[in-house]
């Protein structure tokens, strides 16, 4: 089940992800993502852009979500992640497909989830990068979708109330919120990820409501270490390690 450039990593909750030796891994963002949006009751969720996998095998274990379904575009590491989830014996409740999810409507049908996630590339598109396009410029790189094509999808996909949520870079705010007001997915709630209390922050989660009304809650800020260094013990709670 495991490939020769293949690993497999234990993600301490009693689940395991495969990934690449020498491919794009998940990290912190994907891991907050989940926790972020596990309070969230839903009946059928999706995961877009969701590369290995790891964001709807969390909410496995975070949430009571019957079904979870998930979209990634590139063949190689959608079948990884179907491995994944065969592995974890969640095939029942976890489904991977691979495709476009600027065709997203297409494959599941508009109006079909209560709640969508999404971690998508954060880098915008520059010089040299469409001709160098690898597994790590799709993942990191809007080469195959952009901040637009993410909201616009979620909001075909979304029932009337139904919850968005996505973790994305400080700089790109401006796009995000056009982008969710533009497609009437309304803003709710933002909470800043500092690396440390002394530090900018680094990366920003983000939840909206398909057809809300209008109120934006500013949430405090998440310090991933203290400033000896250690992990804060939100981090740690959320980790599972405490």
Known sequence: MIKNDECLDDLQNGFFVIQKKNGFKFGIDAVLLADFSKDAPSKTTLDLCTGTGIVPILL????????????EIQSEIAEMAERSVEYNKLSDRVFIKCGDLRNAALIYGKSSFDKITCNPPYMKCGAGIINNIDTK??????VMCTIDDVIRSSADLLIPKGRFFMIHRPSRIADIMCSMKKYKIEPK?????????EKAPTM?????MYHGGDELKILPPLYVHNEDGTYSEEI??????L
């Open 189 to 197: 709630k933002l909470r800043f990820i500092h690396p440390s209390p």
């Open 236 to 241: 740690d709670k959320i980790y599972g390690r």
């Open 60 to 71: 496995s274990a975070k949430t009571k979500t019957p079904k979870i379904h998930a979209l």
């Open 137 to 142: 410029t799709i993942s990191r790189h809007e």
């Open 204 to 208: 920003v989660l983000v939840e909206g």
